[in-house]
């Protein structure tokens, strides 16, 4: 009778070896999927395409190490808040394109990614962009881009 036990424990181990695994496999599904709308939402803000503001978490947005969120909560109407945005993607654009940047960029990879948020970052001639994105509400919004020479 005690060593039924050992192929018992010996099958539990396994079992959840592979739970495990599947946890690590749907992490990387994720945080793949994180990729590739962190990918799209830089390149439409880069492009100027104003469908890009909806991707973006404004209450907490962070350019460049400047917290855009905290002065977006301060807009007073809903009104405003949209030519905000409006303006912000026509800027980013313009000032993307006026520095030569270009929205091909190469090597686009997840660098970090935890319950809270996946970093993604991508390489250029000029240097690495990375974005972060986070969920809220139950959807998936860019709450942060940065850049590294």
């Not at 997840?110 to 993604?120: A, G, I, N, W, Y």
Request: hydrophobic share 40%; net charge negative; glycine share 10%.
């Amino acid at each position: 009778m005690k060593y039924l036990w050992i192929p018992l424990a010996l099958g539990m181990c396994t079992a959840l070896t592979q739970c495990e695994q599947a946890e690590k496999v749907t992490e990387k599904v994720a945080s793949k999927g994180d990729m590739t709308f962190a990918k799209n939402t830089f390149e439409a803000l880069a492009r100027g395409d104003a469908e890009a503001r909806n991707n973006i978490d404004w209450d907490t947005f962070q350019v460049m190490g400047q917290n855009v969120g905290a002065g977006y909560v301060q807009i007073p109407s809903e009104t405003e808040k949209v030519n905000f945005q409006q303006a912000f993607v026509t800027q980013f654009a313009s000032s993307f394109r006026a520095a030569g940047g270009t929205p091909e960029f190469a090597n686009w990879r997840v660098s970090h990614h935890d319950d809270l948020k996946t970093e993604v970052a991508a390489d250029s001639g000029g240097g690495t962009v990375t974005i972060t994105v986070t969920e809220r509400d139950g959807k998936e919004r860019v709450s942060g881009i940065g850049f590294i020479r």
